[in-house]
């Protein structure tokens, strides 16, 4: 037998052999295998927006992984300390794998102490940055290997933030960014040593820490809180033994309790008015930055976005609609009530901010954004920027050729007179009558073909009376007109052509956009753009900061004027709903041909506010603006009823609790002309007079008889004289002449004078030219 038995001395050789060829085996392993690229899943980001207080919004973008990655010096001491006590002590000191901390975990197992792991810090991370979650040998070998090269040739507080960056927390958080929002709403730098030592545990295995509860029998509420305390209080022991806290400090923090998390929000999804604010958000980055951040950089994700969007306010547009729409709109009552369409914008004056939006139902279900450009025609609530080039730029001179110098030209004021009936002849400057493109003459209806007689541009802007401000464009110029928009701040791209009826509203301004545009008068005449973001942050860096720079596009005294004659608007006249606000508000109604859109856009010295409504079937292949006649049960839906009604709701909410403040006063301006060749002293006529006060009504409508009904506009019985006196600005002259010449339903012959494609625009035709209001 001890023939065939080896001796000693050969059992000790084979060993050292097998020893020496395991370690060359390991040694050829750990040269060949090389540190792979980190995993996609790994590097997903997510980007995280927030309200204008700081407060977290919503976490959106690519992926299915909720993380932003920061860097160490986000990481407070407290959790990085409580991590290694909790989970490898000689983190700083081992080279990436532990051998004694496996032998040290195995034992305690088998034992039935607490559950440590055996696997190293960068154990971990290297798991879950580089390798799959697979419980293989041949995986772990890899981690091994991986690690040992890992922890010779990074830093350790890279290799510790990779790990906080990747390791899963539990309520889809991965990330200690993103744990920290979802337990506790705090960014990851204002975590305390308490709140550390607790989601140091969700590492250990979330589904069984969280408070909140988890799946399974062993994860109830009360099983969960009880093991998460135990936890909790054995991390802080642990941080004491290795020296990272003191006993005084973990006693205050034991004596202060369990630092219960909040209750965990809802799946994150871009519903309701979210996604549009992501979307605009998304868009105001890549614009504005200058290249910095393109649109595929930030779809890769990681960035921290600052917008202007107010939550109160935004909640207070939201409501404000639902509201209204709730009361008034029925699909199952009325047909016509199917495909309503409303939307809107909130900016502050003072520097641009978009503070809300309203973008539709929701932005899962109707994919335009409503708030943004949509091709819907703004209609007369486009006059005051052709009031204000009046005022500023002058009617031209009807002796002199069409380019003529400023001096020659005369400014305008608001106590000018012009011919208020209806379907009276339009004239260039020079007084030619202005022919359609089949060469008839034009002559431009009023809505509800209503005659008004001599009336001052104060009280046609009080009635939203058409003839009296397409004269007004004509006599200083369409493209002067066009100038004042772009200086007010509306953007080219939206504007129709420069034909007569531009002065009338055939542009298609965004509600953001026109928001802006009326706060350029708020801000007595100084511009700024809109914008929607503050400053974006990536890896705890800035890399985009907005800068808002004004500049004075209109004379004080041109912006106060359009101010005073708005404000009479919303006392007197078609915006008489805004007066509930019971404020200082200045506005205009608007309603296109056709009854296809109605808007209502005003402001006070804080805040300036657009609220359009229309229809639109925005799932048709081809898509067109339908008529609102009867929707809701009115007739017909003008700026004055339901956009008006949400405009107030808004505005009361949104202004609660601010000051009440007061417009500049306006002083004189500009000199009293007479418009359409009339004269200071006409030849005494008959005359449809209006009276001097609008009924107390709820329509930019007028009626056909005196009588206090459903309409906002003044009645239009003939008066019983033949004569009026020559001073009142409404006051009718021979040129005027009754109601003129018949024209087509447009207020001119059946052609469109502009040569509009269509009635309807924006998604297919683009803008058209024939409404009014």
């Known amino acids: 037998m001890r023939r065939w038995l080896p001796s000693w001395k050969l059992l000790l050789g084979t060993g050292f052999g097998f020893l020496a060829l395991m370690v060359g085996l390991a040694g050829i392993a750990l040269w060949m295998v090389q540190v792979p690229e980190a995993s996609a899943a790994a590097k997903q980001e997510k980007n995280v927006y927030y309200w204008a207080n700081g407060k977290q919004m919503v976490v959106a973008g690519q992926g299915d992984h909720n993380r932003q990655v920061v860097g160490i010096d986000q990481i407070p001491s407290g959790m ?22 496996i032998l040290r975990a195995v034992g305690k197992m088998a034992m039935g102490g607490e559950t440590q792991s055996g696997s190293t810090i960068t154990q971990q991370y290297v798991k879950n940055t580089f390798l799959d979650q697979s419980q293989t040998i041949s995986r772990k070998a890899k981690e091994l290997l991986i690690s040992i090269k890992v922890g010779a040739k990074e830093d350790k507080d890279d290799i510790l933030a990779g790990y906080l960056n990747t390791g899963y927390y539990g309520r889809g958080a991965y990330g200690i960014q993103a744990a920290a929002q979802a337990y506790y709403r705090v960014d990851s730098a204002k975590l305390d040593p308490s709140q550390a030592a607790f989601l140091s545990a969700t590492l250990n295995g979330p589904n069984l ?22 936890r909790w209080s054995w991390t802080l022991d642990r941080e004491v033994a290795i020296g990272k806290m003191s006993k005084s400090e973990r006693d205050e923090i034991k004596a202060k309790g369990f630092p219960m998390p909040k209750q965990p929000k809802k799946a994150t999804e871009l519903k ?48 404000s609609v639902e509201k209204v729409k709730k009361a008034n709109i029925d699909e199952k009552k009325r047909k016509v009530d199917k495909y309503v369409q409303f939307g809107g914008a909130s900016v502050r004056p003072s520097d641009g901010a978009i503070v809300a939006i309203y973008g539709g139902e929701d932005a899962t279900k109707h994919f335009t954004n409503n708030a943004d450009y949509t091709g819907v025609q703004v209609g007369s609530t486009f006059k005051p920027f052709v009031l204000a080039a009046a005022m500023r730029d002058g009617a031209r001179d009807p002796d002199l050729g069409p380019t003529q110098s400023e001096a020659e030209r005369t400014k305008v004021s608001p106590k000018s007179v012009f011919n208020g009936n209806n379907k009276v002849k339009l004239r260039d400057y020079d007084g030619t009558i202005w022919n359609d493109k089949d060469g008839g003459e034009w002559h431009q209806r009023n809505d509800g073909d209503h005659s ?6 104060r009280y046609a802007m009080q009635e939203s009376v058409n003839t009296p401000f397409i004269q007004l464009g004509m006599d200083v110029g369409t493209d002067k007109v066009k100038e004042a928009a772009l200086d007010a701040g509306l953007d080219e791209d939206s504007l129709a052509r420069t034909t007569p009826t531009f002065s009338l509203g055939t542009s298609a301004p965004s509600a953001i956009r026109m928001a802006n545009a009326y706060g350029t008068f708020a801000k007595s005449g100084k511009t700024t753009e809109p914008y929607s973001v503050k400053k974006v942050e990536r890896k705890g860096q800035e890399v985009y900061t907005h800068h808002s720079k004004s500049k004075l596009t209109f004379d004080r005294a041109v ?15 078609t915006g008489k709903p805004a007066k509930a606000l019971n404020r200082p508000a200045a506005g205009k109604t608007g309603t296109t041909d056709d009854n296809k859109s109605a808007w209502f856009t005003g402001y006070t010295p804080q805040l300036s506010t657009s609220i359009g409504m229309w229809r639109v079937n925005d799932q048709a292949k081809s898509q067109k603006f339908l008529k609102m006649y009867g929707v809701g049960g009115e007739d017909t839906i003008h700026g004055a009823s339901f956009p008006a009604e949400i405009w107030t709701k808004y505005m009361q909410g949104a ?23 009339m004269s200071p002293t006409p030849t005494p006529t008959r005359t449809d007079e209006p009276s001097d006060e609008p009924s107390e009504t709820a329509s930019d409508k007028p009626s056909n008889s005196p009588s206090h009904s459903a309409s906002d506009k003044p009645s239009n019985s003939p008066s019983s004289t033949t004569s009026c006196n020559p001073m009142d600005p409404k006051c009718e002259d021979d040129n005027g002449g009754g109601n003129g010449d018949p024209g087509g339903d447009d207020g001119g012959t059946p052609g469109n004078p502009n040569g509009g494609t269509g009635d309807q625009g924006g998604f297919i035709s683009g803008p058209n030219s024939s409404r009014r209001d």
């Open 80 to 101: 990085k300390w409580a991590v290694i006590a909790a989970e490898n002590e000689s983190f700083y000191d081992d080279n990436g794998v532990d051998p004694m901390g």
């Open 209 to 230: 820490y969280d408070p909140a509860g988890g799946i399974g029998s062993a994860a109830t509420k009360d099983k969960n809180l009880a093991r998460a305390k135990a």
């Open 272 to 319: 309701g008015q979210t996604g549009y604010l992501v979307e605009l958000a998304n868009r105001s980055v890549v614009n504005n930055s200058g290249g910095k951040i393109t649109k595929r950089m930030l779809e890769s994700g990681g960035y921290r976005i600052h917008t202007t969007f107010d939550q109160k306010k935004t909640e207070e547009m939201r409501d």
């Open 452 to 457: 008004y007689g001599r009336i001052n541009l």
């Open 559 to 573: 912006a106060d004027n359009v101010t005073d004659v708005l404000e009479n608007v919303v006392q007197k006249g």
């Open 655 to 677: 202004l609660k609790g601010t000051k009440v403040m007061s417009f500049p006063k306006a002083g004189p301006i500009g000199e009293k002309v007479y418009g359409d060749g």
